[in-house]
């Protein structure tokens, strides 16, 4: 396999299936794709390029029960949300036993680095919301039979402190978690010379990379350091080799890459190969990257991606602005639709937020907007004024044609 006509060659026979499938059984498919397929023997990576169009994320995230299978039970699905990070997150879906087969994938994987790695070891990681007998779970450290969980929206100092202590007491095997919150702590724990301990493996997932939080992270950790690149909507779509280049997982997805003229490089489009329960062909991811064909098999090298944003609040207090896709995800995933459409969060002060919300017509939203600031303030703290207004729409930049998740009116009023 030396280019992407070979590759697609490769996975032709499954490709093809894949198609059939969505024109016979999957009403977006059915109601949008008004070609007619070509045998398998015709079907060329030219002809699928130019006969299946490009799918955007705006019409996945208009229509997104729509890419579900005929006849599913929804007592079968596994549902998650994107984070959001335009602030208009995404339902996604897949049964349980794909669900199943992503998670026995993901943890073939974590093997390459410890060969003995298994579900029960003791781990930590990150967490952003639990949901349990319709109340959310946000800020806390959990126990979790063999996991510890850390919150990941408040990293001032003191709580990273506190999370590192927990970690020191609890001796994990390993830690999962964004790169640039494992960053905040591997700063907090360089900063105050805090208690050593040795991880034998760290895995990150969930945003782009920065060389510089590698760096530290590396250094203060020295253990062996894994980049699993994935999305809500699939995952593991890559992961680190044992020389820490990024490989496709070309089981899991086709991948393809198209030239952007706005950022004047590559783009990701993903076709995913094993979630047949909620198919997306050519779904264009919005990551920036290019991958090459080397052995056999595929690395990826990524321009851009998913960031985190952090502020700070009275009292030299940071946040993680994950917060605000969290809640809305959480809330959606609560309510089992999409009741939060839109959402952005305007810090106009050091104890003031604004809240913005677009919400579904047949949502209730009075009660929404009332457990959207609950759960925010709770964070936060109940000393910064947080006032919601409900909007019909909002604008995204004309810049970039995304609408931000987050604005820092102190800053923007600065300059």
Same mark, same amino acid.
């Given at each position: 396999?030396?280019?992407?006509?070979?590759?697609?060659?490769?996975?032709?026979?499954?490709?093809?299936?894949?198609?059939?499938?969505?024109?016979?059984?999957?009403?977006? %498919?059915?109601?949008?794709?008004?070609f007619?397929? /070509?045998?398998? @023997? /015709?079907?060329?990576?030219?002809?699928?390029?130019?006969?299946?169009?490009?799918?955007?994320? #705006?019409?996945?995230?208009?229509?997104?029960?729509?890419?579900?299978?005929?006849?599913?039970?929804?007592?079968?699905?596994?549902?998650?949300? *994107?984070?959001?990070? /335009?602030?208009?997150?995404?339902?996604?879906?897949?049964?349980?036993?794909?669900?199943?087969?992503?998670? /026995?994938?993901?943890?073939? &994987?974590?093997?390459?680095?410890?060969?003995?790695?298994?579900?029960? @070891?003791?781990?930590?990681?990150?967490?952003?919301?639990?949901?349990? @007998?319709?109340?959310?779970?946000?800020?806390?450290?959990?126990y979790?039979?063999?996991?510890?969980?850390l919150?990941? !929206?408040?990293?001032?100092?003191k709580?990273?402190?506190?999370?590192?202590?927990?970690?020191?007491?609890?001796?994990?095997?390993?830690?999962?978690?964004?790169?640039?919150?494992?960053?905040?702590?591997? &700063?907090?724990?360089? #900063?105050?010379?805090?208690?050593? !301990?040795?991880?034998?493996?760290?895995?990150?997932? $969930?945003?782009?990379?920065?060389?510089?939080?590698?760096k530290?992270?590396e250094?203060?950790?020295?253990?062996?350091?894994?980049n699993?690149? $994935?999305?809500?909507?699939?995952?593991?779509?890559?992961?680190?080799?044992?020389?820490?280049?990024?490989?496709?997982?070309?089981?899991?997805?086709?991948?393809?890459?198209?030239?952007?003229? $706005?950022?004047?490089k590559?783009?990701?489009?993903?076709?995913?190969?094993?979630?047949?329960?909620?198919?997306?062909?050519?779904?264009?991811?919005?990551?920036?990257?290019?991958?090459?064909?080397?052995? $056999?098999?595929? %690395?990826?090298?990524?321009?851009? =991606?998913? #960031?985190?944003?952090?502020?700070?609040?009275?009292?030299?207090?940071?946040?993680?602005?994950?917060?605000?896709?969290?809640?809305?995800?959480?809330?959606?995933?609560?309510? =089992?639709?999409?009741?939060?459409?839109? !959402?952005?969060i305007?810090?106009?002060?050091?104890? @003031?937020?604004? +809240? &913005?919300?677009?919400?579904?017509?047949?949502?209730?939203?009075?009660?929404?907007? +009332?457990k959207?600031?609950?759960?925010?303030?709770?964070?936060? =703290?109940?000393?910064?004024?947080?006032n919601?207004?409900e909007?019909?729409?909002?604008?995204?930049?004309?810049? *970039?044609?995304?609408?931000?998740?987050?604005?820092?009116?102190?800053? +923007?009023?600065?300059?």
């Amino acid at each position: 396999m030396k280019n992407q006509e070979e590759y697609f060659e490769q996975y032709k026979d499954k490709i093809y299936r894949l198609l059939i499938h969505c024109k016979e059984d999957v009403e977006y %498919y059915k109601s949008n794709w008004d070609f007619k397929l /070509d045998s398998i @023997d /015709d079907m060329t990576y030219d002809v699928f390029c130019k006969k299946i169009p490009i799918l955007e994320k #705006k019409i996945v995230r208009k229509n997104s029960e729509q890419f579900l299978i005929k006849n599913v039970s929804m007592d079968n699905l596994s549902i998650d949300s *994107t984070s959001g990070t /335009d602030g208009k997150p995404i339902i996604c879906y897949r049964s349980k036993k794909e669900r199943f087969i992503c998670s /026995d994938s993901l943890w073939r &994987l974590r093997r390459r680095f410890i060969r003995d790695i298994r579900p029960s @070891d003791k781990f930590a990681r990150f967490y952003a919301f639990r949901n349990k @007998d319709n109340e959310m779970i946000t800020n806390v450290v959990l126990y979790k039979e063999n996991d510890i969980l850390l919150p990941l !929206f408040d990293l001032s100092d003191k709580k990273l402190i506190n999370y590192w202590n927990e970690i020191v007491k609890f001796k994990p095997r390993w830690l999962h978690g964004p790169s640039s919150t494992i960053y905040n702590l591997s &700063l907090v724990i360089k #900063k105050y010379s805090l208690e050593q !301990f040795h991880f034998e493996f760290i895995e990150l997932s $969930g945003e782009y990379v920065q060389d510089k939080h590698l760096k530290l992270i590396e250094e203060v950790f020295q253990c062996p350091i894994a980049n699993q690149y $994935g999305c809500r909507e699939y995952w593991p779509m890559a992961y680190s080799d044992s020389n820490g280049k990024l490989m496709v997982e070309k089981n899991n997805i086709f991948i393809e890459q198209l030239y952007n003229e $706005g950022h004047q490089k590559n783009e990701i489009l993903i076709t995913l190969l094993k979630n047949n329960t909620w198919p997306l062909v050519r779904y264009r991811l919005e990551d920036l990257g290019e991958y090459w064909f080397e052995d $056999g098999k595929i %690395y990826l090298s990524l321009h851009r =991606g998913r #960031k985190a944003d952090f502020f700070v609040m009275d009292g030299n207090r940071r946040f993680n602005a994950i917060i605000f896709s969290g809640i809305a995800r959480a809330i959606c995933e609560l309510y =089992g639709m999409n009741v939060i459409l839109q !959402f952005q969060i305007r810090k106009q002060s050091e104890n @003031d937020l604004l +809240v &913005l919300l677009r919400l579904n017509p047949d949502a209730n939203k009075k009660e929404v907007m +009332v457990k959207y600031k609950k759960e925010l303030q709770k964070i936060v =703290g109940f000393n910064i004024n947080i006032n919601l207004e409900e909007v019909e729409y909002i604008k995204p930049e004309e810049k *970039t044609g995304k609408t931000k998740e987050f604005i820092n009116e102190t800053i +923007v009023n600065k300059m």
